[in-house]
Nanobody, 123 residues
Framework: QVQLVESGGGLVQAGGSLRLSCAAS????????MGWFRQAPGKEREFVAD????????YYADSVKGRFTISRDNAENTVYLQMNSLKPEDTAVYFC????????????????WGQGTQVTVSS
């Protein structure tokens, strides 16, 4: 099992920045793809970004490209999401995901999930 704890969410004005962190414990996450999803009220959970297990490849949803940056520190078993130029439509609960399979380039839907952290962007 991999346990995930997110932090860094909060309330920010449009145009502002936040940095989310997700620390993994239990089984190592250093050999697994890691990523972020989000779910806004009344909407389905959607992919935001992920990073390959080595950290060499990153992928982003079109809605966040150029504004968000995902990174990982395998020594710390942690994945980060730097969010800049935030918009009200970025308001959601953000979930960290770690793929259950090893050595993948992308996260799938077969993930370990964190409990989520709320991000609210005011206009």
């Amino acid at each position: 099992q991999v346990q995930l704890v997110e932090s860094g969410g909060g309330l920010v004005q449009a145009g502002g920045s936040l940095r989310l962190s997700c620390a993994a414990s239990g089984r190592t996450a250093s050999n697994r793809a890691m990523g972020w999803f989000r779910q806004a009220p009344g909407k389905e959970r959607e992919f935001v970004a992920d990073v390959s297990w080595k950290g060499y490849s990153t992928y982003y949803a079109d809605s966040v490209k150029g504004r968000f940056t995902i990174s990982r520190d395998n020594a710390e078993n942690t994945v980060y999401l730097q969010m800049n130029s935030l918009k009200p439509e970025d308001t959601a609960v953000y979930f960290c995901a770690v793929d259950r399979d090893l050595y993948r380039q992308r996260v799938s839907q077969n993930n370990y999930w964190g409990q989520g952290t709320q991000v609210t962007v005011s206009s």
